[in-house]
């Protein structure tokens, strides 16, 4: 058993070509909010991610412990989209980003809210991206909800990934937009959100 | 070199004398209405009548004379527009005088510069909860970037909102911190989205049950929930730009139990919690000093210019003394 991730909320085992997700106890909060996060995100993660793997490429899902809060599914043993997109060629790149978008797409037409997209949270392997970690993920058909998730990712990558953002992002919504039902509203309706957002430049 | 530094971008009007060694003093008064919230021009109002005195007391306390200040610098951003052209104008009164620079700052990025000066914390992951304002910023790629921010009003201001439903007057963080203590837990809406929280529908949700449940309760209920939902994202932000600094500011820092949490979150994650003293996590004149003093250190020069800005982003600045 190796820990591979101490993420913000969880620790990550690996066991064989398998993965453990713990969601461990947060003493920083009381036990009534604690156990009943840590109950619903992995029930929640468990059955979305079963789903979500139907559509897109993402660990399988083995099995759930509800007791401990604890979900085992595949290792995807490849590198975190974070650390490498920068140095990915043109075209690898444009491959990428395209199945991003293709993804996200899907999700949304099946109305999977990821609610956390950052490329910290994509695997690529063998020239495939993985989507994992739908631990603040949701059901909603909301256009909303749709492009609150599209402004986090975009917020990632301006964050994060500053100097390639703007190409990364405009391959992305392209390629979003072309499978995604209702993709040209869920755009529209991103430019609204991101007007409400606080301070910004575009309401000054 | 002498900065003087003047405050005024919400209730407070502050001065606060510093140089490269240390900080000669700070003196806040502010405006506290009769009822309701803070109404900006009855603010302003308050702001030009103690300006004098509070400028007087601050170069008094330092024991110097107006005309060893060598740098004035003022907080132009963001803020309330009335109160914010108070501090503009005394800081260019004073300059014109004494024909010394004038340098604007933006009050957020004093929050984080003051801490970082006075904890000796090289680069932290900064968690800042007053009443407008509620980021986590954490400098990256030449600017201090906001990786969380609140989606619709600021943490103080929702206490104070609420607190003002129970009709208790302002400020109510002090008194809803004291209730909580007895308090038990209802349950609340818990709202992250993406790295990012929302406030006003709790606050709705509280004002419901503001005669249903026990006003300890909903207090105790408040402060554990959306304090959770603060640390879960500051720890979020921690894990992500892969930092172990988080540094606690802002009116809201004077809260014990955030402090607590906050504490609690970066010791489990082998992180270490710096939180200015109180009177360097509330709006002050001192922290405008020593951004004034670090920026004209960092040579930058800025045509003598005292206009203002409301809703200057944190990411807006460019910051050349890092």
């Not at chain 1, 994992?132 to 909603?140: C, K, P, Q």
């Not at chain 1, 975009?154 to 405009?170: C, D, G, R």
Request: glycine share 8%.
């Amino acid at each position: 058993m190796e820990v591979i991730a101490q993420g913000a909320e969880s620790i990550l085992y690996r066991v064989g070509d398998k993965l453990v997700k713990h969601r461990v106890k947060k003493r920083y909060r009381i036990n009534d909010i604690d156990d009943l996060l840590r109950k619903s995100r992995t029930r929640s993660e468990a059955k979305i991610i079963k789903k979500a793997g139907e559509l897109i490429n993402t660990p399988k899902l083995l099995k759930i412990d509800e007791q401990d809060n604890k979900i085992l599914m595949s290792f995807i043993d490849g590198e975190v989209l974070r650390d490498v997109i920068n140095d990915l060629s043109r075209s690898e790149l444009i491959m990428v980003c395209n199945q991003i978008g293709e993804s996200i797409a899907k999700l949304h037409n099946a109305s999977i809210i990821h609610g956390d997209l950052t490329t910290s949270n994509m695997i690529l392997k063998d020239e495939l991206v993985y989507f994992i970690d739908f631990g603040l993920s949701e059901v909603s058909k909301k256009i909303e909800n749709k492009a609150v998730d599209l402004r986090v990712l975009k917020e990632a990558l301006n964050s994060k990934h500053y100097l390639i953002s703007n190409k990364v992002w405009k391959l992305i919504t392209e390629q979003y937009v072309r499978v995604a039902i209702d993709g040209c509203a869920v755009i529209d309706r991103l430019k609204s959100v991101e007007l409400r957002g606080r301070y910004k430049k575009s309401c000054q | 070199m002498i900065c003087l530094g003047i405050e005024s971008t919400a209730h407070t009007f502050g001065a606060g004398i510093c140089d490269e060694n240390k900080i000669y003093s700070n003196i806040r008064d502010s405006y506290k209405p009769d009822e309701g919230g803070i109404h900006p021009r009855l603010a302003s109002d308050h702001h030009a009548a103690v300006s004098g005195e509070v400028v007087r007391k601050a170069l008094s306390e330092a024991g110097l004379l107006l005309n060893d200040v060598d740098l004035v610098a003022f907080s132009n951003a963001p803020g309330l527009g009335p109160c914010l052209r108070i501090g503009a104008a005394t800081a260019r009164t004073i300059a014109l005088m004494i024909n010394k620079p004038l340098i604007p700052v933006n009050h957020c990025i004093a929050h984080i510069e003051v801490g970082r000066r006075l904890l000796r914390c090289i680069d932290p992951v900064t968690l800042y909860v007053s009443g407008a304002n509620t980021q986590i910023i954490a400098y990256q790629g030449g600017v201090y970037r906001v990786f969380a921010e609140t989606l619709d009003m600021g943490v103080g201001n929702f206490i104070d909102s609420f607190a003002r439903y129970a009709g208790i007057p302002f400020p109510g963080g002090p008194f809803i911190e004291d209730k909580a203590k007895q308090g038990h837990y209802v349950k609340l809406p818990y709202v992250i989205k993406g790295m990012d929280v929302s406030l006003t529908g709790i606050l709705t949700n509280l004002r419901d049950k503001l005669n249903k449940y026990k006003f300890q309760d909903l207090c105790y209920s408040l402060q554990e929930t959306v304090f959770a939902m603060l640390v879960e994202v500051s720890e979020r932000a921690l894990a992500h730009t892969q930092k172990n600094e988080l540094l606690l500011t802002g009116g809201v820092a004077a809260n014990s139990r955030l402090r607590e949490m906050c504490g609690v979150m970066c010791s489990e994650r082998g992180a270490k919690l710096f939180v200015p003293d109180k009177q360097y996590c509330v709006d002050n004149g001192a922290m405008i000093a020593v951004l004034g003093l670090k920026m004209h250190e960092s040579g930058i020069k800025q045509p003598f210019n005292t206009s203002i800005n409301q809703k200057q982003r944190t990411d807006q600045v460019i910051i050349k003394w890092r």
